[in-house]
């Protein structure tokens, strides 16, 4: 079957790091994708991850292991508009995204 | 505006309705899925194209729905006879049939079935 789990809510200060962590077993992989949803509106692409490692971009950075089925995503510098959901979504194959329940994020001042 | 638009925003319609949502892909885009989406919970994959061929269609998805993309650019999604269930948030996104290409989402139709 397709399970994809990240935790349902974190909150964090502003200024601070987070890491959302994301497990995953699916029967194909293709790749590992975040993406940033806000309230009422699309998701837009965060990161892409398809070999182990570290992936950084500006304040966003993404690992992946693929040994053990797991990412995470890390936010520093965190800043107000950085409260949304962030969405751990695997591409399986040939090419769909099967994606987590979202993990929503506050941030506080 | 570059992106990927869907029309209609927002659509209420009454239980036993038939409703059909647009979304035109970001132009160079060869591949288009429509995904459905529950308050809570992340998109749930529906359907893709690559060009006008549907390669896949989930097994969740009832013969009520039918999609399709004539001419490899816009696309349709139809419901037929609406049921309360059916109330969500329908996403369209487009990509490149390329490795590790992300998918562009479009804003979503939101349908409120009554």
């Known amino acids: 079957g397709q399970n994809i789990d990240q935790p349902t809510e974190m909150t964090a200060t502003e200024g601070a790091i987070v890491q959302i962590n994301c497990t995953y077993q699916?029967?194909?992989?293709?790749?590992l994708f975040w993406y940033q949803q806000h309230a009422g509106e699309a998701p837009t692409f965060l990161s892409y991850?398809?070999?182990?490692g570290l992936e950084e971009k500006g304040r966003f950075s993404s690992f992946l292991s693929r040994s053990k089925g797991y990412s995470y995503l890390l936010l520093k510098e965190l800043q107000m508009k950085d409260s949304a959901s962030y969405l751990c979504?695997?591409?399986?194959?040939?090419?769909?995204?099967?994606f987590g329940t979202g993990t929503r994020l506050q941030v506080f001042p | 505006d570059t992106g990927v638009s869907q029309d209609p925003r927002h659509k209420i319609t009454k239980r036993g309705q038939n409703v059909t949502f647009r979304c035109d892909p970001i132009?160079?885009?060869?591949?288009l899925y429509w995904y459905r989406q529950t308050l809570g919970q992340g998109p749930e994959f529906l359907t893709y194209?690559?060009?006008?061929?549907?390669?896949?269609k989930s097994r969740l998805l009832s013969d009520r729905f039918s999609a399709e993309r004539p001419k490899g650019s816009f696309s349709t999604l139809e419901i037929q006879r609406t049921e309360q269930g059916d109330s969500a948030m329908y996403l369209c996104?487009?990509?490149?049939?390329?490795?590790?290409?992300?998918?562009?989402f479009g804003p979503g139709t939101r349908l409120t079935v009554l």
């Open positions: 194209f690559q060009n006008e061929a549907q390669l896949e």
């Open positions: 132009s160079e885009h060869n591949r």
């Open positions: 991850n398809v070999l182990d």
């Open positions: 699916t029967s194909g992989f293709n790749g």
């Open positions: 996104a487009s990509s490149l049939a390329l490795d590790g290409n992300e998918q562009f």
């Open positions: 979504a695997v591409r399986d194959v040939p090419d769909k995204l099967i």
